[in-house]
Every structure is written in structure tokens, then in C-alpha cells.
């Protein structure tokens, strides 16, 4: 089955650096590709729609420049978190879509960022 | 894409079949009914979708009523692993395919 790779699966940084969080599609291509924020006890948020080739679709209330969204291949999109705080602190959560309209999305496994 | 509601929580003794409904009283006719689970500190798996009929996989059953405004997720023999949180998502076919997660249901299957 399809599989989505995100690296690192943990981070932690210090508050004022930057943090760049890997998503890659191991054995299909996506022209686009999904980016989530899950903060402890509550549901994913859509932060973000990565294009392959275009400029990401960022979602209400979230920072274009703060997050940093890159998908430059139909194999891998990249979230930089810059200039990073303690209330990015979150669980970041890539997906992507193998087929056509009605397939189902396949999501990584996420990645826990602590910033300190 | 139309809303769902499920009850927050639910348990289900190992063994036995979970039923975790879901109701989606203003879905439309071009929105399918996707299932995902959540187990702690993972990414979300998808499970099952469907448009109007009952559709079976190796994970779980789905049955979807005739009027569509309300669906059940069947884990026919629910085990310790099962134990997550389970998302019903209605997604229209246009659109693209960004998904729209709600609260879900906090399934725990107990000994």
C-alpha cells in the first residue's frame, strides 16, 4: 500500500531557530500533498495544501511566512518552521494522495516538535 | 462538506464487535463517507469509505443507511490494538482533497 514518510519523527530546538520537517511519498507521486497541526488532546488542523511546483494554499489564521512550505518534486514536500516559539510546540502531520478524486488520503506518522 | 457527529467516546470489550456510529444528517449526494483512526501519537490510517452501499475491507465493515444521513463502523472482533480515536469525515468529490477532521470518538477496548 501507498506509504508517506515524514523525518524527523522528533525535534526539539531552541526558541528562535528555525526547523525544517521532511514528507515524502515512498512508492507513488503526489502533486499535492497536505500539511496538519495537532496540538495534545484535540483533533488535526489543516494547516496547509503543498503544490508540487506552485506555491502552497495556506488556511485562515495561518502565518505563510512563518511556515515555510516547499514541494519541489512529486515525491517530497518540506515544512520550515521559522524562527520557531514555544507555542509552535505541536505535532506536525503530512498526507498525500495517490489517485484520483475519492482515494483516500495516506498520512505520515508525524512529527512531535518541542521548542524550548 | 457536511458535518458529522459522533459520540466523543465509546469501549468495547476484546472479542466483541464495536459499532461506532456517525451521523451526517446534511450530506449530499456527491459526498462520500470516509472512516480514519487515530492511535495515540501516530498519523492518522484510513479504514474504509463509501458512497451509498455497505462496503467491507479487511479492517472493518461500513453501512450507510438508506437516506445516507447516518453511518456505523463495524470492527467485527475488536482487539487491544483497536483501542484510538476514530474519525467519520464527509468529503464532496470537487474540491481537491483536503480532509476535515472533527472530534471523533475515543474507542477503548478493554480486557
Known amino acids: 500500500g501507498a506509504v508517506v514518510s515524514q523525518h524527523p519523527s522528533w525535534v526539539i530546538c531552541k526558541s528562535g531557530t528555525s526547523v525544517k520537517i521532511e514528507c515524502r511519498s515512498l512508492?507513488?507521486?503526489?502533486?499535492?500533498m497536505f500539511w496538519y497541526r495537532q496540538f495534545p488532546k484535540q483533533s488535526l488542523m489543516l494547516m496547509a495544501t503543498s503544490n508540487e511546483g506552485s506555491k502552497a494554499t495556506y488556511e485562515q489564521g495561518v502565518e505563510k511566512d512563518k511556515f515555510l512550505i516547499n514541494h519541489a518534486s512529486l515525491t517530497l514536500s518540506t515544512l520550515t518552521v521559522t524562527s520557531a516559539h514555544p507555542e509552535d510546540s505541536s505535532f506536525y502531520i503530512c498526507s498525500a494522495n495517490q489517485g484520483p478524486y475519492n482515494s483516500p488520503l495516506h498520512f505520515g506518522n508525524g512529527t512531535r516538535l518541542t521548542v524550548t | 462538506d457536511a458535518k458529522t457527529t459522533q459520540p466523543p467516546s465509546m469501549d468495547c470489550a476484546e472479542g466483541r464487535a464495536a459499532n461506532l456510529p456517525c451521523n451526517h444528517s446534511?450530506?449530499?449526494?456527491?459526498?462520500?463517507v470516509y472512516w480514519y483512526r487515530q492511535i495515540h501519537s501516530q498519523g492518522p490510517q484510513y479504514i474504509i469509505h463509501?458512497?451509498?452501499n455497505n462496503e467491507t475491507n479487511e479492517m472493518a465493515s461500513l453501512i450507510i443507511t438508506e437516506d445516507r444521513k447516518s453511518s456505523t463502523l463495524i470492527l467485527p472482533h475488536a482487539t487491544l490494538r483497536d483501542t484510538a480515536v476514530y474519525y467519520c469525515i464527509v468529503k464532496a468529490t470537487g474540491g481537491g482533497n483536503k480532509l476535515t477532521f472533527g472530534t471523533g470518538t475515543q474507542l477503548k477496548v478493554e480486557l
Open positions: 512508492d507513488f507521486q503526489a502533486t499535492t
Open positions: 463509501g458512497l451509498k
Open positions: 446534511t450530506i449530499s449526494g456527491n459526498e462520500y
